[in-house]
């Protein structure tokens, strides 16, 4: 065979479409010790003890915020429920991932000034800074927000008379 006139990109062209149609297939099964998946049926949201149905929940999927070390959470704030305002000892890295979370800065809770946060959007929690959050009551739709950074957070409430969530 006279490879003289055939460019690289040609060849490997060649190569994957002879791997594709060969019918075999050369890759090892997943090793579930070594790739964890977890499908959405296998994580369901969890509302602390003492919160409303439909207020607010989470999942750990990694770690543990009240503990030493590296975590991953999911939060779900639902219509109508936000947080008092808080603070917590570590930086939060928050990406929302559907629905719009409302979010704020400062002790004082005012749902009034909250700034709408779409799917999409990153939100950085500088530690030892008091913020609220959670989702409007007109809003249609929950918010889902991943959450990471390290513990343990010491989640701290600013006016402790004022719990969280709050109803509007």
């Known amino acids: 065979m006279d490879l003289s006139n055939t460019n690289r990109r040609e060849l490997l062209a060649a190569s994957l479409m ?20 977890r499908l959405p049926a296998d994580l369901p949201f969890v509302k602390a003890p003492g919160n409303p149905d439909h207020s607010v929940e989470d999942i750990k999927l990694y770690g543990d915020p009240t503990e030493p070390g590296l975590y991953l959470i999911l939060a779900r704030w639902w219509p109508g429920y936000m947080s008092s305002p808080h603070f917590y000892a570590t930086d939060r890295l928050c990406v929302v991932l559907s629905g719009t979370w409302w979010v704020n800065s400062g002790p004082d809770f005012d749902p009034a000034n909250c700034v709408p946060a779409p799917a999409g959007s990153f939100v950085h929690r500088v530690a030892h800074t008091p913020h609220f959050d959670g989702v409007i009551k007109s809003a249609t739709e929950p918010a889902t927000i991943a959450i990471c950074g390290t513990g343990p957070v010491n989640y701290t409430l600013v006016n402790k008379d004022l719990k969280s969530p709050i109803k509007l």
């Open 18 to 37: 002879a791997a594709l149609f060969s019918g075999k297939a050369d890759a090892s099964p997943i090793d579930p010790a070594q790739t964890i998946v």
